[in-house]
Antibody, heavy 120, light 111 residues
Framework: EEQLVESGGGLVQPGGSLRLSCAAS????????MSWVRQAPGKGLEWVAD????????YYVDSVRGRFTISRDNSGNSLYLQVNSLRVEDTALYYC?????????????WGRGTLVTVSS | QSALTQPASVSGSPGLSITISCTGTSSDVGGYNYVSWYQHHPGKAPRVLIYDVSNRPSGVSNRFSGSKSGNTASLTISGLQAEDEAEYYC???????????FGGGTKLTVL
């Protein structure tokens, strides 16, 4: 069964850091672009960052560029998001999602998310 | 404020049909046939219903259909069932500085 399982969320003070992880299983992880998408309380989905299959290209939403770093370990079938200099407005449920890009454009597999709460 | 505009809520009776709109710009919805729709039940992983405007992945009921006209895409759910009660999100690939944008979500209530 194809699956994505996020972990690493928690309660952190403003200015703090966390490393979010996403464990992939049941598919050839190294052949897909991968994304992080978040949902703040009471808000819609917001795309955060994505990374190419070999890690050579990475893109970020403006609000996190310079503070968040996306990375991947293809040998370990894992996706990461290092979140630094956290702000209250970064509080959200963070999902990892698999992108489909060969002639199409959509997210075809999602995890259940990991919650990041930024509060003093 | 989300990049794509969706109604906050919609409701319908079992067996009937509803349509959810998703309005963007020529830089996203209007410029690409890369609109997708997702169903999200709280506590579960989001699930793709429609991709590339009107295509259904295998396993998705044909009660779900998608279309687009200009800068507005639409998701229609026919033969409403209680299990359809969920949040629905549209998304589009975009030529902006970021590759993906989402709508703010629409809460569907089955009366």
């Amino acid at each position: 069964e194809e699956q994505l399982v996020e972990s690493g969320g928690g309660l952190v003070q403003p200015g703090g850091s966390l490393r979010l992880s996403c464990a992939a299983s049941g598919f050839l992880f190294h052949t897909y672009w991968m994304s992080w998408v978040r949902q703040a309380p009471g808000k819609g989905l917001e795309w955060v960052a994505d990374i190419k299959q070999d890690g050579s290209e990475k893109y970020y939403v403006d609000s996190v560029r310079g503070r968040f770093t996306i990375s991947r370990d293809n040998s370990g079938n894992s996706l990461y998001l290092q979140v630094n200099s956290l702000r209250v407005e970064d509080t959200a449920l963070y999902y990892c999602a698999r992108e489909r890009r060969l002639g199409v454009r959509y997210f075809d597999l999602w995890g259940r998310g990991t919650l990041v709460t930024v509060s003093s | 404020q989300s990049a794509l505009t969706q109604p906050a809520s919609v409701s319908g009776s079992p067996g009937l049909s509803i349509t959810i709109s998703c309005t963007g710009t020529s830089s996203d919805v209007g410029g690409y046939n890369y609109v997708s729709w997702y169903q999200h039940h709280p506590g579960k992983a989001p699930r793709v219903l429609i991709y590339d405007v009107s295509n259904r992945p295998s396993g998705v009921s044909n009660r779900f259909s998608g279309s687009k006209s200009g800068n507005t895409a639409s998701l229609t759910i026919s033969g409403l069932q209680a299990e359809d009660e969920a949040e629905y999100y549209c998304s589009s690939y975009t030529s902006r500085s970021i590759p993906w944008v989402f709508g703010g979500g629409t809460k569907l209530t089955v009366l």
